[in-house]
């Protein structure tokens, strides 16, 4: 989880944020992603208020600010389609992780994340109908398409 990586001495769990999210409804059991990104940011700031959070509108700002937050150490949450390759599938939050460059791909840049759905970590093409900024800006989730969350170390 993304708090616990900013705050390893106080870690809550996921049931911890289910029981908050229930609770309050903002858990939606039978909707995915089961929070909608206005409920995921009210989650947050129950836990902490050292967050940010916005919408970008291109592939630039989308790149621009997974590299900016990755170099400050701080691992970004977005909403993405939860199958890259079907645009019908429902949207999906991940968090990424990390971006590094394949020489051998005529420098195609390659995005890592988590995957709470599957518990891995996982990577995908940046650019393309089944990259990752595809994935990010046509996810269908009302409020979703190029949002972003960062949980900010203190």
Same mark, same amino acid.
């Given at each position: !989880?993304?708090?616990?990586?900013?705050?390893?001495?106080? =870690?809550?769990?996921?049931?911890?944020?289910?029981?908050?999210?229930?609770?309050?409804?903002?858990?939606?059991? #039978?909707?995915?992603?089961?929070?909608?990104?206005?409920? !995921?940011?009210?989650?947050? $700031?129950?836990?902490?208020?050292?967050?940010?959070? /916005?919408?970008?509108?291109?592939? /630039?700002?989308?790149?621009? +600010? +997974?590299?900016?937050?990755?170099? #400050?150490?701080? =691992?970004?949450?977005? %909403?993405?389609?939860?199958?890259?390759? %079907?645009?019908?599938? $429902?949207?999906?939050?991940?968090?990424?992780?990390?971006?590094?460059?394949?020489?051998?791909? %005529?420098?195609?840049?390659?995005?890592?994340?988590? %995957?709470?759905?599957? /518990?891995?970590?996982?990577?995908? #093409? @940046?650019?393309?109908?089944?990259?990752? @900024?595809?994935? @990010?800006?046509?996810?269908?989730?009302?409020?979703?398409?190029? @949002?972003?969350?960062?949980?900010?170390?203190?």
């Amino acid at each position: !989880m993304t708090y616990n990586y900013a705050y390893p001495s106080t =870690p809550i769990t996921e049931q911890q944020v289910i029981d908050y999210a229930a609770a309050n409804r903002y858990f939606t059991e #039978d909707l995915p992603p089961f929070t909608s990104p206005a409920n !995921m940011v009210k989650i947050a $700031e129950y836990y902490t208020q050292d967050i940010s959070t /916005g919408t970008v509108l291109s592939a /630039g700002q989308g790149l621009s +600010l +997974l590299q900016q937050k990755l170099r #400050d150490g701080e =691992p970004v949450i977005i %909403d993405v389609l939860s199958n890259f390759s %079907d645009p019908g599938s $429902e949207a999906h939050f991940v968090v990424v992780t990390g971006i590094s460059i394949d020489p051998a791909r %005529d420098n195609a840049v390659i995005i890592h994340y988590n %995957d709470p759905l599957t /518990g891995t970590a996982e990577s995908a #093409d @940046w650019d393309g109908d089944q990259g990752l @900024w595809n994935a @990010w800006r046509t996810n269908g989730d009302p409020g979703g398409a190029g @949002w972003w969350l960062v949980i900010s170390p203190p």
